[in-house]
């Protein structure tokens, strides 16, 4: 399959490196790197990337705080994530724009899905923060909600496994790996890919969704590239 524009989603735990919390400087580096190589490649570039490195939305209730109060404090948690990245960026003299699901001055422009795509044609990474911009609603479900308003070709899920198994890898030694699933075989296997908000808005607007592990260089370079990488999932 021949990419022309994806939507990244991360994990905001993925920046954290071997820190466990907050960004791991070389961490962001390293994916403004990989992420700078297939924009050279051509390939327009949206990204969605989590808050949970600083404050995870359904852990406000342990916290003390109310569902929709500890979902804004971590949809602010990815406005943090987005400016790393985009100061990243802006390191290795690579162009990107954080859109932010609401106002926030100073910051970044509200997204809209005419502003975020004349953006991408101008070879800008387009860098969307706030989640979707509601509470009750996971980065996920915002992930498959930016790829379907942004038209691409595919939601690439960087993880820390290389696709979709079974049974937790790390748990069970038999677990199978998929190398292609559909959406409802996924589905009907319970399969854990992603919220069923988002799982469902990517099946019903046929958006294919690929998970592969994000932390082995090159493997981004790889999948645009058109090698077999992770676990495709999609409608047969």
């Known amino acids: 399959?021949?990419?022309?524009?994806?939507?990244?989603?991360?994990?905001?735990?993925?920046?954290?490196?071997?820190?466990?919390?907050?960004?791991?400087?070389k961490r962001l580096n390293e994916y403004c790197q990989q992420?700078?190589?297939?924009?050279?490649?051509g390939i327009e570039v949206g990204i969605v990337i989590g808050g949970g490195n600083i404050f995870r939305g359904v852990q406000g209730t342990d916290k003390g705080f109310d569902r929709a109060t500890g979902d804004y404090m971590g949809m602010l948690s990815t406005v943090i994530n987005?400016?790393?990245?985009?100061?990243g960026f802006n390191n290795i003299s690579v162009r990107s724009k954080i859109f932010t699901a609401f106002k926030i001055e100073h910051i970044g422009e509200i997204f809209?899905?005419?502003?975020?795509?004349?953006?991408?044609?101008?070879?800008?990474?387009?860098?969307?923060?706030?989640?979707?911009?509601?509470p009750y609603f996971t980065t996920d479900t915002a992930a498959a909600l930016r790829s379907v308003e942004?038209?691409?070709?595919?939601?690439?899920?960087?993880?820390?496994?290389?696709?979709?198994?079974?049974?937790?890898?790390?748990?069970?030694?038999?677990?199978?790996?998929y190398d292609e699933i559909s959406f409802n075989e996924a589905y009907e296997k319970k399969l854990k890919i992603m919220d069923m908000t988002a799982f469902t808005l990517c099946r019903d607007n046929n958006m294919p969704v690929l998970v592969f592990d994000m932390n082995r260089k090159n493997n981004l370079k790889a999948?645009?590239?058109?090698?077999?990488?992770?676990?495709?999932?999609?409608?047969f």
Do not use: Q, W
């Open 1 to 25: 399959m021949e990419y022309n524009r994806i939507l990244l989603k991360l994990s905001g735990e993925s920046l954290s490196g071997s820190e466990n919390y907050g960004i791991d400087e």
């Open 35 to 41: 992420i700078a190589e297939i924009l050279m490649m």
């Open 82 to 87: 987005g400016l790393a990245f985009h100061s």
């Open 112 to 134: 809209t899905i005419e502003k975020a795509i004349a953006s991408l044609s101008e070879k800008t990474i387009g860098i969307y923060t706030c989640g979707t911009g509601n």
């Open 150 to 177: 942004i038209k691409a070709d595919i939601l690439l899920k960087g993880t820390r496994v290389d696709g979709i198994y079974s049974a937790d890898p790390e748990e069970f030694s038999d677990a199978i790996r």
């Open 223 to 235: 999948i645009v590239s058109g090698e077999k990488i992770g676990t495709l999932v999609r409608n």
